[in-house]
């Protein structure tokens, strides 16, 4: 494809998505297909030689569309929103186009430049505590937080969990006088592994649980009852804790949720600061805010005393710009 096939092309996809949009309120939202219907659709075995667009894009029509769920229709009352606007799609258009592997500064120091500039903007607009700017934006100039944009809230929650693993058990060896990169440190950074525990409650997101597989660290549930609106609250917490103490585990990570997917529950904040700090080990506890789905309500200022809470107690946070924020997935 050459530049002006590309031009080509690319007017025909645009025209397509804007009708796309004018008529999604038409369509059904749930498609009428029974799995596997694509297969006999698709060759069993890619082309062996190039073909115009002029012959794919039908097929977009044809075979692809029909399977859709449409997330974005005013019709789709499940899950979550899905949001989708054109500016968002002009963005992932020169993404795409510029093709870069930002995984350091040097690789492409505007992209990483932009992605801490853009995390301070929406912590600002959420009315973050100072604390979570990078240093640049802070007040203080001293701040230690800023953000970076991840693939999904359950790439987010099992990164922060490895990272919670590890500051807590460098922390438990240091404690112990060892030196790092020595096969004693390796040995018993092991070790300490083993009997660390991740927290959330029955109402959760999924990811947590699925982070501390990945993690290698097992996972603990704090029930919630109804009568609390599903939130976890100070008493269920603390017995879950006296558990874990009971049977020699060390709880080094908890998800509070703001907004959970399944029933919008949003635990109560204070009483799990206040419940860890009753003794020493919890208070090594890191606390993790999952406000994938909620958070973004934190853009209108009526909410946004509900994030003056995370300023003591909370070490990391994360929200869903792909669910109420216009912004389209995987943003």
């Known amino acids: 494809m050459d530049e002006e096939q590309f031009r080509a092309a690319a007017h025909t996809a645009i025209e397509e998505i804007i009708e796309h949009f ?133 790439e987010a929650v099992a990164t922060v969990i490895v990272a919670a693993r590890e500051r807590h058990v460098r922390a438990k060896a240091l404690a112990e006088g060892l030196v790092e990169d020595t096969p004693e440190w390796e040995d018993r950074t092991m070790e300490l592994r083993t009997r660390l525990v991740a927290l959330g409650s029955d109402q959760t997101h999924s990811c947590t649980a699925k982070g501390a597989r990945i993690a290698g660290v097992r996972y603990r549930t704090v029930p919630t009852r109804l009568e609390d609106n599903l939130a976890m609250t100070e008493e269920a917490l603390r017995k879950v804790l006296e558990q874990c103490d009971r049977d020699g585990l060390e709880p080094f990570f908890l ?57 003591e107690g909370v070490d990391s946070f994360n929200v869903n710009m792909s669910k109420w924020l216009l912004v389209n997935f995987d943003a």
């Not at 029974?34 to 060759?43: D, F, K, N, S, W």
């Open 22 to 154: 004018n008529t999604v309120t038409s369509k059904q939202v749930v498609p009428s297909i029974e799995p596997g219907y694509l297969r006999p659709l698709i060759p069993t075995s890619p082309p062996n030689d190039p073909e115009p667009w002029s012959k794919i894009q039908p097929d977009i029509e044809s075979k692809i569309m029909p399977g859709l769920t449409h997330w974005h229709s005013p019709k789709f009352m499940a899950y979550f929103p899905a949001g989708v606007t054109y500016p968002s799609l002009l963005g992932e258009m020169y993404s795409a186009a510029f093709t870069a592997p930002a995984f350091n500064w040097l690789c492409s120091p505007a992209c990483t430049e932009l992605e801490i500039i853009v995390m301070d903007w929406l912590a600002q607009a959420l009315g973050l505590p100072d604390c979570f700017l990078s240093a640049a934006s802070s007040k203080s100039g001293k701040s230690t937080g800023g953000g970076t944009i991840q693939g999904s809230a359950s």
């Open 255 to 311: 998800t509070a949720t703001m907004g959970t997917t399944n029933s919008c529950a949003v635990d109560r904040f204070a009483e799990i600061k206040a419940v860890l700090k009753e003794k020493e080990a919890w208070q090594k506890v890191w606390v993790h805010i999952d406000a994938a789905y909620a958070g973004s309500a934190l853009v209108t200022e009526e909410w946004q005393h509900v994030a003056q809470e995370f300023a």
